[in-house]
């Protein structure tokens, strides 16, 4: 059994490997005590880790209502590119993910599970099939289980994008006037977790809430994986107990611990100053900041980074990672990017587009089929209030020496016949 109080919990027992069953199962001996899963669920307090921070137990509660041939969802798309947790959850122990969501298939009376990886990262995706292999060798009587690899996009990743696919090949979000909102494959009812909270399910089914709520806070429990990227030695992905200082996390990565800011959440997420890192990780400290963990990606911008040349970078990027079918992605989007171009290059343009960002966040806020857009646009009103020092520089004509440096931090896919900036 795993301990109480004590990390790793979710890589317990990782290598560079994935588990094999037989070792996952003497790594996660069940205590024998948890009569109750879906009310152990209740009790835990687990929010989902996907990025929504919705509590899983809700979710479940909505699907058991349903009625119908339901399926269960694992999403292992990881569509961020700075994020690299659930591939690396599902290459070392991906059986647990998979208990986790059996649990879940068996509280919402679902017959089918569905794990979905993004084609464009075959190893991880040919760990899941071996994982998938050998529990169907054993003849279990459960949920059959189905692996799924849809083409890799930022917004592929996307709940209803991803269950659009699964039903009809199509990788769009769907429009959803109200939430929380049914999904369906055909007419039956989904519910589609990301894999570390499908993992998490897998240890409270086992352990109980009282063993989970042991770790983190009392309003976000538990441990939480996350993705550092940006200024550390290299990317890296460690489980760390929720409440902990952002500060000591960044040591522990590696990472600079004398940051410019820090962008939590992901391209969708906002910035957190350099000097205010010492605030615990967990959600309840982070909404003093108008913050939350997000699904656990933690970007570090050092201090001779330009924030202004970061941002633009990444909402160019966002922009063409929109699936285009509603009017702020297709063209809102673009504008905001290129008003970050104006504001770059200085000058007059740039006094009119700063203040023409604003106008333009307002118009397309709330406007999409899905939060693509309002992701967007709170990284871009985040951008400007944490640099508007640099954007007071470019504007004058004095860009600080982080612009004209080749080198950047954020990591974003090069765009097909990206040209560079202006100081080339
Ligand atoms: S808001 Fe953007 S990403 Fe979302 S559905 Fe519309 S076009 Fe696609």
Redesign the pocket.
């Known amino acids: 059994m795993i301990e109480a109080h004590t990390l790793p919990r979710l890589f317990a027992g990782a290598t560079d490997r994935p588990l094999s069953l037989a070792h996952h199962e003497e790594v996660f001996q069940p205590d024998g005590d948890v009569a109750n899963v879906l009310e152990e669920l209740n009790a835990s307090g687990l929010i989902g880790r996907g990025g929504a921070g919705f509590p899983t137990s809700r979710k479940v509660e909505l699907l058991r209502n349903q009625r119908g041939h339901k399926y269960v969802v694992v999403n292992g798309m990881e569509g961020e590119p700075a994020a690299h947790k659930d591939f690396r959850l599902l290459s070392t122990n991906p059986h647990l993910v998979l208990d986790g969501a059996e649990m879940l298939a068996s509280m919402i009376g679902a017959s089918r599970i569905a794990v979905c990886v993004a084609r464009d990262n075959p190893t991880v995706v040919h760990h899941v099939e071996q994982a998938i292999h050998e529990r169907a060798r054993r003849n279990l009587r459960g949920p059959g289980i189905d692996l799924h690899t849809p083409p890799w996009r930022f ?1 592929a990743g ?1 709940e209803s ?1 991803l269950v659009h696919w699964l039903d009809d090949n199509e990788s ?4 959803r006037p109200g939430r929380p909102h049914i999904l369906r494959i055909g007419r039956g009812p989904v519910l589609v977790d990301n894999a570390e909270t499908c993992a998490n399910v897998g240890l409270i089914g086992r352990y109980g809430a009282q063993w989970f709520r042991s770790l983190g806070t009392d309003d976000h429990p538990g441990s939480v994986v996350v993705s550092v990227t940006g200024a550390v030695q290299r990317p890296s992905v460690l489980e760390v107990n929720l409440g902990t200082p952002l500060r000591a996390i960044l040591a522990s990565a590696g990472a600079d611990t004398s940051p410019q800011a820090v962008l939590l959440g992901g391209y969708g997420g906002a910035w957190l100053r350099g000097d205010q890192i010492d605030t615990p990780y967990s959600n309840d400290a982070l909404a003093a900041h108008n913050l939350s963990v997000g699904a656990g990606i933690i970007a570090v911008l050092p201090r001779q980074a330009c924030g202004v040349a970061e941002a633009h970078r990444v909402v160019r990027w966002m922009a063409h ?10 063209f809102g ?1 673009p504008a905001l990017a290129e008003d970050l171009f104006a504001v770059l290059r200085g000058g007059r343009d740039g006094v009119v587009a700063i203040a023409r960002l604003q106008e333009r966040c307002g118009v397309i806020e709330g ?7 309002d992701g967007v646009v709170r990284f871009v009103r985040s951008s400007i209030d944490a640099f508007a020092a640099d954007i007071d520089d470019h504007l004058r004509g004095a860009p600080c020496a982080g612009a004209q440096s080749k080198q950047r931090f954020l990591s974003v896919p090069t765009l097909e016949h990206e040209e560079d900036l202006i100081w080339e």
Do not use: F, K, W
Request: net charge positive.
């Open positions: 917004v996307e994008a769009l979000p769907q429009y990672e929109s699936a285009r079918q509603c009017g702020p992605c297709a989007l406007r999409g089929a899905c939060r693509h857009p």
